[in-house]
């Protein structure tokens, strides 16, 4: 069998808020509960698996790749939010989106400090 990423763990101070948050501005399924994780699944048969946790959070970074149509959803729904958005990874570009490799991206944050990105193309690497 090859090797496929089949969920990871999003740490969060609020896993019901984080979850809602996910679900809302990512357009994401209702989550299930398994244990005591929140899991939103993907559409590529991977999950996000939201768990409550007590002190600090570490910032992560989560991307996501998208169609056009998804991405402009996504992005109304950033700024229905009244979040900040960024054309780039280290939040030195606000109010921006990138064009890179053709495609677009941007990035915000979630309820915990972790950096979303939204993106309609893989970026390639040299």
């Known amino acids: 069998m ?3 990423l089949n969920h990871t763990i999003l740490n969060a101070r609020d896993r019901d808020a984080t979850a809602a948050f996910l679900v809302d501005v990512l357009g994401l399924r209702p989550p299930r509960h ?14 996000l698996d939201v768990y409550a946790v007590d002190g ?5 970074h989560y991307a996501f790749l998208v169609d056009d149509t998804e991405f402009d959803a996504v992005l109304a729904r950033v700024r229905a939010r009244g979040l900040t958005w960024f054309a780039d990874p280290f939040h030195q570009q606000p109010g921006r989106i990138n064009n890179w ?4 991206g941007v990035y915000f944050a979630d309820p915990n ?4 990105e939204v993106m309609t193309r893989p970026y390639e690497m040299d």
Do not use: C, D, K, M
């Not at 490799?101 to 677009?104: H, K, L, N, Q, V």
């Open 2 to 4: 090859a090797i496929r």
């Open 34 to 47: 398994y244990g005591p994780f929140l899991v939103l699944e993907l559409s590529n048969e991977v999950s």
């Open 56 to 60: 600090e959070i570490t910032s992560q």
């Open 101 to 104: 490799y053709g495609g677009r």
């Open 113 to 116: 400090g972790h950096s979303l």
